[in-house]
T-cell receptor
Framework: NAGVTQTPKFRVLKTGQSMTLLCAQD?????MYWYRQDPGMGLRLIHY???????AKGEVPDGYNVSRLKKQNFLLGLESAAPSQTSVYFC?????????????FGPGTRLTVL | EDQVTQSPEALRLQEGESSSLNCSYT??????LFWYRQDPGKGPEFLFT???AGEEKEKERLKATLTKKESFLHITAPKPEDSATYLC?????????????FGQGTELSVKP
């Protein structure tokens, strides 16, 4: 049982390049989340999904797109990277949100945009 | 506006010196308050969930408590391995999708 995994662990992009971050969970969780963590800003929600085929915007969605084609995977895309997207990205999942339910986090992806 | 504020930003303790971390929150209906531990270069690791005022939970040297406006994470006789950043987050009852609102964290350093 690997829990929540993220690939890649590190990535350096040039401004304007695109990339996709992959999150996978093997806990059969319904809900999945993408957060970014910046110094002094705490963790902020980018997008989330309440089930396969569904996505919704979080607090800071601009410049990002997501897809949840399979229940166990949640993809975060950057179509045209900007330096302001330099951050550490965390994926999380939870069984549901119909009750206070624990979100379990992956190890993170450190992205630098030059 | 829902908000979570943690204090202090950083805390340095000697091994064995007990202390408390504070998490003050403003939310329109609390569904749950969560404490996480985060080690450098790693993802947050779940510690506790508290649901209602008066509730307490313990794990080894850590004890979390909850009132209607704040939560405390008490650390008794800390060891160097307790050094980490401790994150507090709240989930609002109106919140569709289970969004967590995080504080900025308290960086704890325990010296031997």
């Amino acid at each position: 049982n690997a829990g929540v995994t993220q690939t890649p662990k590190f990535r350096v992009l040039k401004t304007g390049q695109s990339m996709t971050l992959l999150c996978a969970q093997d806990m059969n969780h319904e809900y999945m989340y993408w957060y970014r963590q910046d110094p002094g800003m705490g963790l902020r929600l980018i997008h989330y999904s309440v089930g396969e085929g569904t996505t919704a915007k979080g607090e800071v969605p601009d410049g990002y797109n997501v897809s949840r084609l399979k229940k166990q995977n949640f993809l975060l895309g950057l179509e045209s990277a900007a330096p302001s997207q330099t951050s550490v990205y965390f994926c999380a999942s939870s069984y549901s949100a119909s009750r206070p339910d624990t979100q379990y986090f992956g190890p993170g992806t450190r992205l630098t945009v030059l | 506006e829902d908000q979570v504020t943690q204090s202090p930003e950083a805390l340095r303790l000697q091994e064995g010196e007990s202390s408390s971390l504070n998490c003050s929150y403003t939310v329109s209906g609390l569904r749950g308050l969560f404490w996480y531990r985060q080690d450098p270069g790693k993802g947050p690791e779940f510690l506790f969930t508290l649901y209602s005022a008066g509730e307490e939970k313990e794990k080894e040297r850590l004890k979390a408590t909850l009132t209607k406006k704040e939560s405390f994470l008490h650390i008794t006789a800390p060891k160097p391995e307790d050094s980490a950043t401790y994150l507090c987050a709240v989930q609002a009852s109106y919140n569709q999708g289970g969004k967590l609102i995080f504080g900025q964290g308290t960086e704890l350093s325990v010296k031997p």
